[in-house]
């Protein structure tokens, strides 16, 4: 919703007031100035020309985008690399709204981001103005929070709100709408008395009657499991997790976005749940008597039917900092509100620890009847594409993936050991997210190596971004799995939609060996495993963005899945 000033301090830091005879965009530059903003992704419009053309005196770094949907997704990257807030500038109208998927992007994964908008004159709102549209209620479900400004003055504390209601809590994406007319508003020193904004607060802390009760349930149980998201990450609560699954001697396994908060390599991580998860996780979850989800939602993709989701679990214990996610798809007995460090950590002083051989042996034996497979048939598979990948991988680098099998492809075969290194579209689901994405990560981390796997499908969707990568010096190492279709689509189709496949083909696609060296980019096509080794390397070895487009197996599917309509138990496997 769009707010309104209040008078009410939430600190004792006094705003220092704005600069005599600023204009407004210069106010505005330099409120993000000090809140740390080292880097803007945008794209110049009628409505915010006030603020680019001051933005050549700011330090802030701005990366010229091609898309706005693209600014959107590098400020998304940025923030999930860099813990910091990610920002993105367009203008108003379509500049404005082409903001929309990647907000809500952002919004549905809990990545702080903050968009600032040109928006027309204040007297022409709501006139239908040339360009003019109502970026605040065309928002309004995928923002945190929003705020249109109608006085220079009031902007300092705007942006220091904005800042602080994206990056607490639940973090999320916020916007703020500046009419140009108020970007080039003189502010005067006797004027810039600034009033205080009501403040997001963050939850209270945990109940501890709650938390007794949960570590009594883990005590008690037999088959312990947890579920980690990603607001283990956020939390920074990575070594607690470790610390009370090795207690509680309990299988780990990860949301699609929880991917990294637990190492791969432990003995008790079981990988990725859900809808495509593996057959041990899935199992581990179906028969444990006690279950801990902690930092995640428990959305449809990782709980499939819900009758059948953990239907031999005696207690359920559900912890997410947003209270708002308690109750909605799962019924756990025990739900606390709560950051999930302090959670875990407080559990950790109460639980009694405890070996439990028969049910580690038991997830063991899963482990083992159901490991992931992929088959043979003289065609390159995509698992063989990603573990040359990763093989590459240094610790530190990033990954970020597309959506579709690619995603899942990534996801399954991801071996790091940290949160962070992994990212993707989880709740949105956004198809072209990985390039855009990648070069907001690599702007982040400028001395590390950033990778993107996408599929053709959703490359083609952001590919003008390549542009921008040249341009920016941000040298993104781009992998495309490329099945010449819309992979996840036609799997649907064949296993769900009684094998008709239609509207599913790329009969036209980019020669994207050639698409890279027009953009003056490094190029290579690799057809078999030997070749993608070494174009990896090549590409790798090239001091500036590089494609590597991998011709996969067409017919190759994710396995295991768990078929529409089905539990989790019931999970289908590689034939």
Known sequence: ????????????????????QLCGAEVLLESLAREGVEVIFG???????PIYQHLPKSPIRHVLVRHEQGAAHMADGYARTSGRVGVCLATSGPGALNLITGLATAHFDSVPVVAIT????????????????DVIGSTLSVTKHSYQVHDARDLPAVVREAFHVARTGRPGAVLID????VQQQIVEGSESKIARL???????????????????FLSRAERPMILAGR???????ETALIQLATACDAPVGTTLLGTGVFPTTHPLSVGLVGFMGTGYCNKAVSECDCLLMVGMRADDRVTCRMDLFAPMAEHIVHVNIDPAELGKTVAADCQIAGDAREVMESLLEQVTQKARPPWTAAVDGWRQRHPLRYPSNGQLQPQEVLEACYRHRRPEDVVVADVGLNQMWAATSWTGDAPGLFLNSGGAGTMGFALPAALGAQAARPDQRIFAICGEGGFVMTFQEMATAIEAELPVKVVILNNGQLGMVRQFQDDFYGG???QVDHTVIPDFELLARAFGCFGRVARTLAEVEVALIEAIEYPGPALVDCRIDPEANIYPIVPFGKGLADFVECP
């Open 178 to 181: 500046i009419p140009k007319d």
């Open 500 to 502: 008709v496949r239609s």
């Open 198 to 216: 009501r403040p997001h607060r963050a939850p209270e802390s945990p109940d501890r009657a709650l938390l007794t009760q949960a570590a009594g």
């Open 43 to 49: 794209l110049p419009g009628g409505a915010n020309l």
């Open 118 to 133: 040109g928006q027309v004159a204040t007297a022409t709102i709501g006139t239908d103005a040339f360009q003019e549209s």
């Open 231 to 237: 607001g283990v990450a956020i939390a920074g609560a």
């Open 1 to 20: 919703m769009s707010a309104s000033l209040a008078d009410l301090p939430y600190d004792d830091q006094e705003e220092q007031p704005a600069a005599a």
